[in-house]
């Protein structure tokens, strides 16, 4: 945040920003650039991104989501259409990587806006 300029957005807010891949300050500048590498400094307010590490929780959120989006739909078609295999071979990775591709940045976005309404420094190195 830039002192003077606005009030701090809540941490809601900043995540939600964060989370369809906007600035986690302003809302207006872009959080992602090359798909999941965080901006240096948002292009509208100038808030620094470049410093934050969101290291592996954003990975784990979307192996949580999608495992639970394709495993129970893959268990029900199995179980109510018993479809040959080289069906649920075409299916499953498919949905599974159009599915990570999709929430990956999201779930990044999410957890640096996070960080950065808390506070945290985002590095070990201080
Ligand atoms: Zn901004």
């Not at 807010?13 to 207006?28: Q, T």
């Not at 649920?88 to 999410?110: A, D, E, N, S």
Request: proline share 9%; glycine share 10%.
């Amino acid at each position: 945040m830039i002192a003077g300029t606005e009030a701090a957005p809540s941490r809601v807010l900043a995540s939600f920003r964060g989370l369809i891949g906007c600035c986690p300050n302003c809302g207006r500048g872009r959080l992602l650039r090359n798909f999941l590498k965080p901006v240096d400094q948002c292009s509208a307010c100038g808030e620094a991104y470049g410093h934050l590490r969101a290291d592996d929780a954003p990975p784990w959120m979307t192996i949580l989501i999608v495992g639970h989006i394709v495993i129970p739909a893959l268990l029900a078609v199995e179980q109510s259409y018993e479809p040959p295999t080289w069906v649920h071979l075409t299916i499953w990775p498919l949905l599974t990587l159009v599915l990570t591709l999709i929430l990956l940045p999201r779930c990044k976005g999410l957890v640096l806006g996070l960080l950065w309404s808390t506070g945290a420094p985002g590095s070990e190195r201080g």
